[in-house]
C-alpha cells in the first residue's frame, strides 16, 4: 500500500506578525477543534491515513494523561475522539506522534537535561537521551498506547545536540560522563575538544541505538502490531551517524522530511519489511525551498515510496494557510492518480 | 489578626543528587495529592491563613483552566477540592500565581524572554511588555471568577532578574514602543546606549503598568481579594520600588526575608496595608539566615505577618529534613503568636 497522509501540524502555530512564521503551538491554541472536521480535511485530501498528534513537542498531551501537562479545557479529549472516529471508520490506518528529542516543557524546567550548546541549534533546547528523559518517554509511550494502540507512531526529532545530529560534536555534560567512559573506554575529558571526532560519532551512534532499543522495545511490548516511524530528520544521504545504524534497520518506515536525494538513499538502504517515505510538503525553514517538493511525486511513486506532507493554520483554525495551496492542490491530484 | 503562613511549595521539589537543591517541579509530581494532609500540615503548624498555589511557577495548573496545561491526571481538581475544605475551615484562603518566569513559555516564546536574563535565571523571566502580560491578566480573571480567594500572592513581580534593582534595560523587539514613549527618544541598538536613569525610569514605568493592569484586573474580577506582590527586595530602599504605586497599592508588602529589608517596608506602609515577613524560605546560595525564625519575636512585637515555606521530595510534601529546625522554632512561635 502506498501510504498518503498531508496533516495539519498541530505543533506549530502560524502568525503573519511581523512576519510570516511559526512558533510551538500554546496549550490552548487547538482546545476547540472540531474533530469531524479535522478528519474530513484529511479525508479530502485524498489521505488512506489519519494522523493527530498525541503529544505535542511543546510537551503537552490532547488525551487524558497521568504523566504529562494536558491541554487545557476539554483539550485532552481531543485524541480519545479522534482515534474513536477514525477506528470507526476503519478504512484507514491511525497514526499518531510524540516528539523524542525535545518536549518545551521538560526543556526549560529541566534545564541540566539539556546537551549542552544545543540552544545554539534550537533555541528551545534539545534534550540528553542519556537524561532521565528516554525513561519518562517511554512511561509516556506505554501510557499512550495502552489506551490507543494506534497503527504507526512516529518519532519526531531523534537526534543528538543539534537537528542536524550527523555534525553534532559531543559536549561533556554530568549525564555523559557514564555512558561514555563505557562506550568510549576512557574518562570523559573536561573539553569537547578532547573529544576526537571519532569519538564522538561512536558515541553519539551508540547512545542514540541505546535509545532506540529503549524505545523500541516499549512500543512492542505494549502494541506489538504498532508500526514505527523515526524522523531524524536527515539532511544528507549517507550520514555516517546513520549507516547501518539499529535505528535504520528496524524501523517500520524509513522517514525523509525531504523529497531530495535522502530518499534515494533510504530507497538503497531499505530491507524488505520497510516503506520509505517521502515528505513533499514541509520543511518550511530558511534556505528550504523546494526540499519538500509534491512535483516529485511521481519519480517516487514509481519507486514505490510513501507520501507525507504537513502544513500548518493559524489557531483556532487548523485549516492551512494559503500559502500552502498550491502545493495542497498538487498533492491532491497526485493522491487521486495514485493506486 | 496577625497573618500566620507556612505552606509547602508545591512549585519545587528537593533532590539530593548530586547535592542538595531544589529543582522545578514536574507536573505530574503532585497530582496525588492528599487535599487533607495539606491542609493539615499548615494547621499543625498553627498557620492561620490555608495557601495553595493556582498555577506554579512551571506553567501548569492546579485547576479546571481553560487557559493554561493542567496538570495531568486528576491534577486540576487540586485547587477546587482545597478550596472547598479551606472555605469550611473558615481560615483565610491564599492562592499563588507567577507573573515573571512561566518555565513553559518562556521556553516556548522565546522572543518574550528579556534578553540577558537567562544569565541571572536559567528559565528566563518573560517581558511585561509583551503579550504575556495580557495572558496573565486573562488567567487571573479566569482563576479568581472561579475561586475568589482571600489573597491572592504574584510572585517574581521582577524585569530582567530576580535583583530587578541592578538589571540594566535591554534592548529588545518589545521594548522599541514603550522606550519612545517613556524616554523620549528612540530605543538605541545597544545597551550600553541607554543610561543608568534611563534605564531606571523605564522599569519602574514599565512594572506600574505592569502591576495596574493586574490590579484591575484582580479588583474587577473579585474586589474583595487583597493583593500581595513579591519581587523579592534584596535590600532597603530600592529605587526601582520607592514610592512605586506596587508598594502604594498593595494590600500586602512581603518581604521575601527576615532583615533589614523589614524594616524599610514598616518604614514605607501606609494604614491599609500590614507588612509581612519571610521567617523560613530563601534556600539559595549565600541566603542563610536571611529568613530566619528566631527573629520572629522582634517581627512580632512590630506588627508584621508571618510567611513560610518548605520544600519536600514530591511526591511526598513531608519537608525535607533540612527545615525541621526551623520549623519547631516556627511551630512554637505561631502558638505564642495572638
Not at chain 1, 506578525?17 to 503551538?25: D, I, R, Y
Not at chain 2, 521539589?13 to 503532585?30: A, F, L, M, Q
Not at chain 2, 474586589?223 to 498593595?250: G, I, R
Request: net charge negative.
Amino acid at each position: 500500500m502506498t501510504r498518503k497522509l498531508v496533516v495539519t501540524d498541530l505543533n506549530w502555530s502560524l502568525f503573519h506578525e511581523p512576519t510570516w512564521h511559526g512558533l510551538p503551538s500554546d496549550p490552548k491554541d487547538w482546545v476547540d477543534i472540531d474533530v469531524d472536521e479535522y478528519i474530513r480535511f484529511q479525508k479530502e485530501v485524498g489521505n488512506n491515513c489519519l494522523f493527530l498528534q498525541g503529544t505535542m513537542f511543546t510537551g503537552y498531551a490532547i488525551y487524558p494523561s497521568k504523566l504529562t501537562p494536558l491541554a487545557p479545557g476539554k483539550g485532552s479529549t481531543i485524541f480519545p475522539r479522534f482515534y474513536e472516529k477514525a477506528r470507526a471508520d476503519g478504512s484507514m490506518e491511525i497514526w499518531s506522534y510524540m516528539c523524542v528529542g525535545c518536549d518545551v516543557f521538560v526543556a526549560g524546567s529541566r534545564q541540566d537535561w539539556i546537551i549542552p550548546t544545543s540552544r545554539q541549534y534550537l533555541e528551545e533546547g534539545l534534550i540528553g537521551p542519556e537524561t532521565p528523559w528516554t525513561e519518562q518517554l517511554c512511561e509516556r509511550i506505554y501510557e499512550f498506547l495502552s489506551l490507543y494502540p494506534v497503527d504507526v507512531m512516529m518519532f519526531d526529532w531523534f537526534t543528538y545536540g543539534s537537528l542536524c545530529p550527523d555534525k553534532f560534536h559531543v559536549q561533556p555534560a554530568w549525564f555523559v560522563e557514564k555512558p561514555f567512559k563505557e562506550i568510549i573506554g576512557r574518562k570523559m575529558p573536561k573539553t569537547a575538544e578532547k573529544i576526537t571526532p571519532e569519538e564522538s560519532l561512536i558515541y553519539k551512534r551508540e547512545v542514540l541505538a541505546r535509545q532506540f532499543n529503549a524505545i523500541y522495545n516499549t512500543v512492542k511490548q505494549v502494541s506489538p502490531k504498532t508500526k514505527l516511524c523515526f524522523n531524524v530528520p536527515y539532511w544528507e544521504a549517507k550520514e555516517a551517524l546513520w549507516e547501518d545504524h539499529v535505528m535504520m534497520e528496524k524501523t517500520d518506515i524509513l522517514f525523509a522530511e525531504s523529497s531530495d536525494d535522502v530518499v534515494n538513499w533510504l530507497l538503497e538502504k531499505r530491507k524488505p519489511h520497510q516503506d520509505v517515505m517521502t515528505t513533499v510538503i514541509g520543511r518550511p525553514g530558511v534556505g528550504d525551498e523546494g526540499v519538500c517538493d509534491p512535483n516529485t511525486w511521481r519519480k517516487w511513486y514509481d519507486k514505490g515510496c510513501s507520501f507525507y506532507g504537513y502544513v500548518w493554520g493559524m489557531p483556532p483554525n487548523f485549516l492551512p494557510d494559503t500559502r500552502f495551496e498550491n502545493d495542497l492542490k498538487i498533492m491532491k491530484q497526485a493522491f487521486r492518480e495514485m493506486k | 489578626m496577625t497573618r500566620k503562613i507556612c505552606t509547602p511549595d508545591l512549585n519545587w521539589t528537593v533532590v539530593n543528587e548530586p547535592t542538595w537543591h531544589g529543582i522545578p517541579s514536574d507536573p505530574k509530581d503532585y497530582i496525588d495529592l492528599d487535599i487533607d494532609e495539606f491542609i493539615n500540615a499548615q494547621t499543625d503548624m498553627g498557620a492561620n491563613c490555608l495557601s495553595m498555589i493556582a498555577v506554579s511557577f512551571t506553567g501548569y495548573a492546579f485547576y479546571p483552566s481553560k487557559l493554561v496545561p493542567l496538570a495531568p491526571g486528576n491534577g486540576s481538581t487540586i485547587y477546587p477540592r482545597f478550596y472547598e475544605k479551606a472555605r469550611e475551615k473558615g481560615l483565610e484562603v491564599w492562592a499563588y500565581m507567577m507573573f515573571g518566569c512561566d518555565v513553559f513559555m518562556t521556553n516556548a516564546r522565546q522572543d518574550w524572554n528579556i534578553p540577558t536574563s537567562r544569565q541571572y535565571l536559567e528559565e528566563g523571566l518573560l517581558g511585561p511588555e509583551t503579550p504575556w502580560t495580557d495572558q496573565f491578566c486573562e488567567r487571573l480573571a479566569e482563576f479568581l471568577s472561579m475561586y475568589p480567594v482571600d489573597v491572592m500572592i504574584i510572585d517574581w513581580f521582577v524585569y530582567g532578574s530576580l535583583q530587578p534593582n541592578n538589571f540594566h534595560v535591554q534592548p529588545a523587539w518589545f521594548v522599541e514602543k514603550p522606550f519612545l514613549e517613556i524616554i523620549g527618544r528612540p530605543m538605541p541598538k545597544t545597551a550600553e546606549e541607554i543610561t543608568p536613569e534611563e534605564s531606571l525610569k523605564y522599569k519602574r514605568e514599565i512594572m506600574a503598568r505592569a502591576f495596574n493592569k493586574i490590579y484591575d484586573t484582580a479588583k474587577k474580577t473579585s474586589p474583595k481579594t487583597k493583593l500581595c506582590f513579591n519581587v523579592p527586595y534584596w535590600e532597603a530602599n530600592e529605587a526601582m520600588w520607592e514610592d512605586h504605586v506596587m508598594m502604594e497599592k498593595s494590600d500586602i508588602l512581603m518581604a521575601e526575608s527576615s532583615d533589614h529589608v523589614v524594616s524599610w517596608l514598616l518604614e514605607k506602609k501606609k494604614p491599609h496595608q500590614t507588612v509581612m515577613t519571610t521567617i523560613i524560605g530563601r534556600p539559595g546560595d549565600g541566603d542563610e539566615g536571611v529568613c530566619d525564625p528566631n527573629t520572629w519575636r522582634k517581627w512580632y512585637e512590630k506588627g508584621c505577618d508571618f510567611s513560610a515555606y518548605t520544600w519536600g521530595s514530591a511526591p511526598s510534601i513531608v519537608p525535607d529534613e533540612k527545615f525541621i529546625n526551623d520549623m519547631e522554632i516556627t511551630r512554637q512561635a505561631y502558638k505564642e503568636i495572638i
